[in-house]
């Protein structure tokens, strides 16, 4: 059994597929509630269901242990809260009582990838085991699916980038004559980074809905209705939160309808949750608005409104609001506490806002005009409204209790959001504080991820998600660290803050990949690390043949881990992995293929970012501490999630290096140390050669 995890792009409303596994629903009575635990149990025996579902099980008690809570929570009602160390299968965990309860089920995962994999393996191979009659649905984002009409309005679209994106639209156009899903992940050597997506996808505020012409062939609402007569449905966490902000989804029809609600990989959630309960405005929002306002009004009613003009003078003000701020092609996120972002003139920031939303203003007035010629008008009307309240509401203070921030690098992004969504939480789902019906008193909520926290209560966790009266639940990993793996902080470094830093780590890192034959990622927590180190490594491997250097951003994240994953095999070089960000979490790369990570310093959280300066001043107006309370637990988890990617198997052998001192000297080091899994230490240079040794060539 495997736990699996990985980034979802955002989308604002969703879609999915469905299939059965076995026979009539119907065939299916919910058991006995009294006997759900003991039904679970049995399934866990070595003689038990699951001996049919995994290969090579063998029976945990963690893993029974949690499934037992989770029949528990099933059986009563209420919030558990499940931290399940790696390797403990806490999938299969979840899934077993919840298929067994005979309720309706809604499983939120933290990605995309870890959707299909539920989807298309562990759930009907485990429904296949418990002879259980299921029928399954995958919900994704309308992001994720082809639109039938803007597929054909891209076909008429003259300002397609290159003779690439033209190619990979007449590959979308012939593949779209077979599909049943519209599933774009489905459609083979697809780049997901490819600027055709967004022209043949539609969002919540493109879609045309029932005026649309391409309406009955809508993979979207098929999906909907998939979902909504399927008893298992498999969504993500920024589909669940786009539709609790909005509430004009289809989840929000199935929400009520389902009594067991679980969230997988749920370390995500707060963060997830904050960028869709608050408010956001970029201009490459307005601009890809204006070339929908130009190619309709071309193709629908050229003539009868001037509209070179009118999408020009949008244009023309979406850019100079983002040249009022400055700055490079570099993103960077900008305090924005005052009337306008750090930095920033105001007068003339106000200026570009008026300038912005009047622009906008005018262009629903010319598609007034229109409306009665194609549905597209009307939509687009709504579209240009919308964001001219969106610029206006960025030009008055902000709401209580949120912080504000720009994110300025080739467009400019405007956020306002909450600090987090404990109110949201109490609120909207577990509805406490309110008069709630039996069917809110009795739905269960289960909340797991390998990493919630450092402390007993899961408090960086349940703090931030309004979950703090939720039972918690703490399930230790079954590998064997000390015999699997040894963690190393080298003490001849330079301190992090030293220039010389990420040249001394790339140093480290090209020696030891270079004894272990690749079979390295090196995790950085910082762009510019990521660059320096990796560009550091390419250039000393150049040529040679020897280890070939991956580096984030240079290939999509799904080649470059499936790369990584090879090494050495079939005649390939070795390969040394340079990461940042999203590969601290949700990367399984188990055996040989990686068997070193280097982490290149602690990863507390930038001080100078909007949201944790607010965050700080928050616990500071309680009388708590920043650094203790907040910065000191968050670098904890991510150091946990970045370790994690080490051992997946309980045959895995492995070395940790984290080149920061403080780890080691620091009184906080202590309490990040006890946070990670409890690897030997290795006291010197000398050690680390002879753990690299014993790992061979």
């Not at 969504?421 to 739905?443: F, N, P, S």
């Amino acid at each position: 059994m495997t736990d699996s995890a990985g980034p979802w792009s955002a989308s604002h409303a969703e879609a999915g597929h469905a299939v059965a596994a076995g026979q009539d629903t119907s065939a299916w009575t919910q058991p006995p509630r009294e006997r759900l635990e003991e039904l679970t149990r049995g399934a866990f025996v070595p003689s038990g269901a699951l001996a049919q579902a995994a290969e090579a099980f063998r029976p945990r008690p963690g893993q029974t242990e949690m499934a037992a809570a989770v029949a528990r929570t099933i059986e009563q009602g209420g919030a558990l809260v499940v931290e399940a160390g790696t390797g403990v299968g806490k999938t299969f965990s979840y899934l077993v009582p919840a298929l067994l309860s005979g309720e309706r089920v809604l499983l939120s995962t933290a990605t995309k990838t870890l959707q299909d994999q539920l989807f298309g393996r562990d759930l009907p191979r485990l429904a296949q085991s418990l002879g259980l009659p299921v029928r399954m649905a995958l919900l994704k984002g309308r992001g994720s699916y082809l639109c039938a009409h803007r597929l054909d309005l891209a076909r008429r679209d003259a300002s397609l980038p290159d003779r690439t994106a033209l190619r990979t639209l007449a590959k979308i156009e012939q593949w779209a004559q077979g599909t049943r899903t519209g599933d774009l992940a489905e459609m083979p050597g697809l780049d997901e980074r490819s600027p055709v997506l967004p022209l043949v996808t539609s969002t919540r505020e493109n879609c045309l809905g029932s005026q649309c012409p391409k309406f009955r062939q809508c993979h979207v609402n098929a999906a909907r209705r998939e979902a909504l007569a399927a008893d298992v449905v498999v969504i993500n966490h920024h589909l669940f939160f786009a539709d609790l902000a909005v509430r004009e989804s289809g989840m929000a029809e199935l929400l009520p309808t389902v009594r067991v609600v679980i969230f997988d990989e749920a370390h995500q959630l707060n963060e997830t949750g904050v960028q869709f309960l608050g408010r956001q405005l970029g201009t490459g929002q307005v601009l890809d608005f204006a070339r929908d306002v130009l190619a309709a009004g071309l193709q629908f009613a050229r003539g009868l409104v001037e509209w070179q003009p009118l999408v020009a003078a949008v244009e023309r003000a979406a850019r100079e609001l983002r040249l009022v701020v400055g700055g490079g092609n570099y993103s960077t996120r900008l305090r924005w506490s005052g009337e306008a972002p750090e930095g920033v003139d105001p007068l003339a920031w106000d200026d570009a806002l008026a300038v912005l939303a009047s622009a906008l203003e005018q262009a629903a007035e010319g598609l007034a005009v229109v409306n009665e010629v194609a549905p597209d008008f009307v939509r687009l009307q709504e579209r240009a409204s919308t964001l001219a309240q969106r610029v206006r509401a960025f030009a008055r203070e902000a709401e209580p209790g949120s912080v504000r921030w720009a994110d300025a690098g080739t467009q400019l992004r405007l956020v306002e959001s909450p600090l987090d969504i404990a109110q949201a939480v109490q609120r909207k789902l577990l509805k406490t504080g309110e008069e709630r019906d039996e069917a809110e008193r009795q739905r269960a909520w289960i909340f797991t991820s390998a990493t919630l926290g450092d402390d007993e209560r899961l408090s960086w966790f349940t703090e931030p998600c309004g979950l703090s009266q939720a039972q918690v639940l703490r399930v230790a990993s079954p590998f064997d660290y000390p015999s699997q793996a040894a963690l190393y902080v080298p003490r001849q470094l330079p301190p992090p803050k030293d220039p010389g830093h990420s040249a001394a780590v790339a140093a480290l890192a090209q020696r030891a990949a270079r004894r272990i034959g690749g079979r390295t990622m090196v995790l950085t927590t910082t762009l510019r690390a990521l660059r320096a180190i990796g560009e550091q490594l390419q250039a000393h491997f150049a040529g040679s043949g020897e280890l070939e250097v991956l580096v984030q951003g240079q290939s999509p994240k799904r080649r470059l881990i499936e790369r990584f994953r090879e090494g050495a095999a079939h005649g390939h070089a070795g390969c040394i992995l340079v990461a940042s960000a999203s590969f601290w979490e949700g990367v399984d790369v188990p055996g040989e293929a990686l068997q070193l990570v280097i982490i290149d310093k602690l990863p507390f959280p930038p001080p100078g970012d909007p949201l944790v300066e607010a965050r700080s001043q928050r616990l500071e107006s309680q009388g708590r501490s920043p650094f203790n309370d907040y910065f000191v637990p968050e670098a904890a988890v991510a150091l946990k999630q970045g370790a994690g990617r080490l051992i997946r198997r309980e045959t895995d052998q492995g070395v940790l290096v984290v080149c920061d001192t403080r780890l080691v000297q620091m009184g906080y080091g202590r309490r990040l140390l006890a946070a990670l899994p409890p690897m030997r230490r290795l006291k010197d240079e000398g050690e680390f050669e002879e753990a690299l040794g014993a790992l061979g060539p």
